[in-house]
């Protein structure tokens, strides 16, 4: 029986719900889902990159959808991350009682998710949540976790609970999704041990299946059931935006607050840019080829080896020469490529991606719009923004340049326009930069805008072309031609623009020719002292932005420079 039938017993929009699973690696919540799933325990630890599973169930009458994303514990892949909290309805956030770090990082895992859900304008509420602090079959002289520490927070907080858990010893793993399932007011009988566990070619579920009778004729079974899709896969794109888009409907009915606009026009970004629904764009990207199925029930990540391309929407295109082992990365928002929350998010999930491919060496980023690299950040998502929609933009600005900047590939930068603020620091993240003789200009101007480059893009600048350089250039803003860019050491080549790409080939051919175990290395000892000082005081680095952005002595300044851009349009 071909098991994509599974899906042909579709669930309506209203009944179906993505369950994700958090917490730091080794606390279970693998274990957790393979006991809720299958009643299974594996005591051999694989660390999980991203498993996404799926279980249909037959209650009452209706077709009920459970998708479940256990995540990776460990953190290298923030863009995905983020995107898990945003398109979560239900979450399991599990610690370990012998791991007292393991449950600060679900406190903190908490506020991440608040956070994220309130810069999505149209999802505010707090979404259900349980805490699971897991291996408490463990002997008591190993506990670092106290049970009563643990209900005291949680009983502080809203639509959370808390239980202890052991998925080794089956203990209170059906009391864990109970819990939660009646705290997100979904049907009981999901859980585990009030329904009849089924597989796909069961009789009743068959009936189910055809859409004619969940009951075999003649025989009255009005059981629950579950059956779990054994090939899951992350739904298409296309049919994700429709039932995203029919559930905020429905959100939306209500909340009966019928002077918003109509919700359909406002969900899909391929009709409309209207600002507070980039969660649905992220929820996008979120499905563009993120987790492919790779057989049995456990859906690993696997990256595609051939062409990442994103869907004609995409704003980064992604082209993969697996014969050569270069990708070519290429920024793709007219009119300018300004760099938004979405933008940023796509590339840094393009860089994960191409960091997961081992076939993948080298990377070339480059733009799909004629005569602009990058023209930075988008001004829009600084000028008159909220606070926790500066966070989350700030943070994305982070992930993606730390990814770029402390990738493994070799990078390297086609500058074929202009390259003002963020594109400059995107060019100088790379290990080379080739741009185009002419009329660009490269630089970071800041301060022209009344803002001050934040002390990473300073220490790019520092590393790219010296102190004394990069002193003038920040206080004055300065954008430079190629050939003075060329001469302070901003660019490696200058050549004319149609000659861009072809050097850039040609002088990676050399770079490719370096063992890779090698340059990594000598790239990353390099660059760590710059990486770590942002990775260390992200947080505190994104609440400064919003603080300082939204001063109103900037907000003037912002307001003023965009009626200069528009003025001199004009
Ligand atoms: C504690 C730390 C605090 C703060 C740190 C913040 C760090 C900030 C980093 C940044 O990156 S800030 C962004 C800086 N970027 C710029 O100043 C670039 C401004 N743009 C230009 O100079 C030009 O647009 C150009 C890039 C040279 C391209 O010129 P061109 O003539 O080709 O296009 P035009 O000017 O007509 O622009 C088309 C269209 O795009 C809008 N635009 C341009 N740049 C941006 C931008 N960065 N963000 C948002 N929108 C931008 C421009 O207004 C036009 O819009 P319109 O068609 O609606 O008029």
Redesign the pocket.
């Known amino acids: 029986m071909s098991s994509h039938l599974v899906d042909e017993c579709a669930a309506p929009p209203k009944n179906c719900f993505r369950l994700v699973v958090l917490g730091t690696a080794r606390v279970g919540k693998t274990a957790i889902v393979s006991r809720f799933l299958f009643n299974q325990y594996d005591d051999q630890y694989t660390p999980t990159i991203e498993d996404f599973h799926r279980k249909m169930y037959r209650i009452r009458g209706e077709v009920y959808r459970l998708d479940i994303l256990d995540t990776s514990g460990v953190h290298p892949f923030p863009a995905m991350r983020r995107l898990s909290f945003l398109t979560g309805d239900l979450f399991i956030l599990v610690y370990s009682v012998d791991n007292y770090e393991s449950y600060m990082e679900v406190m903190r895992l908490r506020e991440q998710i608040l956070e994220s859900k309130a810069s999505c304008k149209t999802r505010t509420a707090a979404p259900p949540m349980i805490i699971a602090g897991n291996k408490a079959d463990r002997p008591e002289s190993e506990r670092e976790v106290l049970y009563d520490e643990v209900a005291k927070w949680v009983s502080t907080v809203k639509k959370c609970a808390f239980l202890e858990t052991s998925a080794k010893k089956n203990g209170n793993i059906n009391e864990l999704f109970q819990t939660l399932f009646e705290l997100a007011k979904l049907p009981p009988e999901m859980s585990p041990s009030l329904h009849r566990r089924v597989s796909i070619g069961d009789q009743a579920w068959e009936a189910a299946k055809k859409g004619i009778s969940f009951y075999p004729r003649g025989k009255q079974d009005d059981n629950p059931l579950g059956v779990v899709s054994p090939h899951a896969r992350r739904p298409s794109l296309r049919s994700d935006l429709i039932e995203a888009e029919a559930k905020a409907e429905q959100e939306q009915r209500r909340a009966e607050k019928p002077s918003i606009p109509k919700i359909s026009s406002a969900l899909s970004p391929y009709r409309s840019q209207y600002r507070s629904c980039t969660w649905m764009s992220l929820l996008r990207q979120a499905f563009q080829g993120l987790v492919r199925p790779a057989g049995g029930q456990v859906c690993r990540l696997q990256v595609q080896h051939r062409c990442y391309n994103a869907p004609a929407a995409g704003h980064v295109q992604v082209d993969m020469n697996s014969d050569t082992g270069v990708a070519t990365v290429r920024l793709n928002r007219p009119?300018?490529n300004?760099l938004n929350l979405d933008v940023l998010t796509e590339l840094s999930i393009a860089l994960e991606k191409l960091e997961t491919d081992r076939s993948c060496r080298a990377m070339v980023l480059a733009s799909a719009v004629p005569?602009?690299f990058s023209?930075?950040?988008?001004?829009?998502e600084m000028y008159k923004s909220t606070p926790e929609r500066c966070v989350a933009f700030w943070r994305a600005l982070q992930d993606a340049w730390l990814n770029l900047y402390g990738s493994r590939l070799i990078t390297m930068a086609a500058i074929e326009g202009?390259s003002?603020?963020?594109g400059c620091l995107l060019a100088m993240s790379c290990d080379y930069r080739v741009m185009a003789d002419g009329k660009f200009q490269i630089g970071l101007?800041?301060t022209r805008?009344g803002?001050?480059?934040?002390f990473w893009f300073t220490d790019v600048m520092l590393c790219t072309i010296g102190h004394r350089e990069t002193e003038k250039a920040l206080q004055l803003g300065a954008m430079y031609s190629a050939q003075q860019a060329l001469s302070i050491g901003l660019v490696d080549k200058v050549v004319p623009a149609d000659q861009v790409m072809s050097t850039v080939q040609t002088e990676l051919k050399s770079w490719l020719q370096i063992p890779d175990a090698a340059r990594v290395i000598t790239k990353t000892s390099m660059r760590k002292q710059v990486l770590d000082r942002l990775s260390s005081q992200k947080e505190k680095d994104a609440q400064?932005?919003a603080d300082?952005?939204l001063r109103e002595s900037v907000q003037k300044s912002l307001g003023a420079y965009?009626a200069s851009?528009?003025k001199?349009?004009s």
């Open positions: 009119p300018v300004s005569g602009i023209a930075g950040l988008d001004i829009m202009h003002p603020a963020g101007n800041e805008l803002i001050v480059a934040p400064f932005f300082f952005i965009i851009l528009q001199r349009k």
